[in-house]
């Protein structure tokens, strides 16, 4: 079994700044990968990034890539989405998720989830 609690969520006006957390517990999570999806009302849940819990290569979706950061701190328990020049369109519930070693941008293969942290980008 694997937690996940994530932190960080808001109301931030359009450029502004957000930075998420998402702390793991559990069983070896240090062999999980970790991403971030996120789910604005009435929209299907998607991909915005993932870390390789290998070598910590990132993978990021276009929508997002040059804006937010996905990192990791050493011991690989907690994971960050810095996100940078926020945007309307980026509001959304936003969700850490964790699957055992490969990443993948499809949140059908995460089994572990956590409860969600929202974020809200205001014109």
């Known amino acids: 079994q694997v937690q996940l609690v994530e932190s960080g969520g808001g109301l931030v006006q359009a450029g502004d700044s957000l930075r998420l957390s998402c702390v793991a517990s559990?069983?070896?999570?240090?062999?999980?990968?970790m991403a971030w999806f996120r789910q604005a009302p009435g929209k299907e849940r998607e991909f915005v990034a993932a870390?390789?819990?290998?070598?910590?290569?990132?993978t990021y979706a276009d929508a997002v890539k040059g804006r937010f950061t996905i990192s990791r701190e050493s011991t690989k328990i907690t994971k960050y989405l810095q996100m940078n020049n926020l945007e309307v369109e980026d509001t959304a519930g936003y969700y850490c998720?964790?699957?055992?070693?490969?990443?993948?941008?499809?949140?059908?293969?995460?089994?572990?989830w956590g409860q969600g942290t929202q974020v809200a980008v205001s014109s």
């Open positions: 998720a964790a699957r055992w070693q490969d990443v993948s941008s499809d949140y059908r293969e995460y089994r572990y």
């Open positions: 559990g069983r070896i999570v240090s062999w999980y990968a």
């Open positions: 870390i390789d819990p290998g070598d910590g290569s990132t």
